[in-house]
Each structure stands twice: as structure tokens, then as C-alpha cells.
Nanobody
């Protein structure tokens, strides 16, 4: 399993960024994908998750941390094996390393992370 994040950077408060996570080594379309973040001195926390959508009747479902609801949007492109995190109206408290993750089998796999810094 390999997860490679990209799209982080420095942005001013109120700005936007779009993170991407390219996945390989597993059947991407079958698994829930999540974004977590870890700020300096804080524990890693769930930001957003999206179900596989492999069940046609259910479609994809998403879940967000309260702190990002209405500002962040998680989505996925199963054909491209990629999950995205669109982040709008960024705040200084969104500054963190953002990680893409998947639980496959008995293990949870993480990407290397991408730094997001919100500062004027």
C-alpha cells in the first residue's frame, strides 16, 4: 500500500487549498478513505472521511470534523485512485500536517503527510 499526498503549502487566512492523495497497492474503490491532521503539540485528529461508494444503492457518504464542516469537502475519483480534500475559508488553526489514510485488512496505512500553513 502506498499513499502519496500533495497540494499543501502556505496560504493566507481565508484562502483555499486542494490536497490530493494518490493511492496504490490495494483495490482503492473498495475502501473508506480519510484525511487526518496533526498540529504541533497536538494529537492527530480526523478531518474527513468518505465511503467507498461501491454499493450503488448507498452511494458515497462523507463525515467531517465539526471544526471543518461547511469549509472542507472530501471527494474521490476511483478511476484515478485519488482522494481529494478541498479546503476553503482557511483559518490559522487549520495549520497542520495533513495525512491521507486507509484501513486495509488488519492494518492502517498512512501517507508521508503534506504541510499546510495558514498565515498572513
Amino acid at each position: 500500500v502506498q499513499l502519496v499526498e500533495s497540494g499543501g503549502g502556505l496560504v493566507q487566512p481565508g484562502g483555499s487549498l486542494r490536497l490530493s492523495c494518490a493511492a496504490s497497492g490495494f483495490t482503492f474503490s473498495n475502501y473508506v478513505m480519510s484525511w487526518y491532521r496533526q498540529a504541533p503539540g497536538k494529537e492527530r485528529e480526523l478531518v474527513a472521511a468518505i465511503t467507498s461508494g461501491s454499493e450503488i444503492s448507498a452511494g458515497e457518504m462523507t463525515n467531517y470534523a465539526d471544526s471543518v464542516k461547511g469549509r472542507f469537502t472530501i471527494s474521490r475519483d476511483n478511476a484515478k485512485r485519488t482522494v481529494f480534500l478541498q479546503m476553503n475559508s482557511l483559518k490559522s488553526e487549520d495549520t497542520a500536517v495533513y495525512y491521507c489514510t486507509v484501513a486495509a485488512g488488519t492494518s492502517r496505512y498512512w501517507g508521508q503527510g503534506t504541510q499546510v500553513t495558514v498565515s498572513s
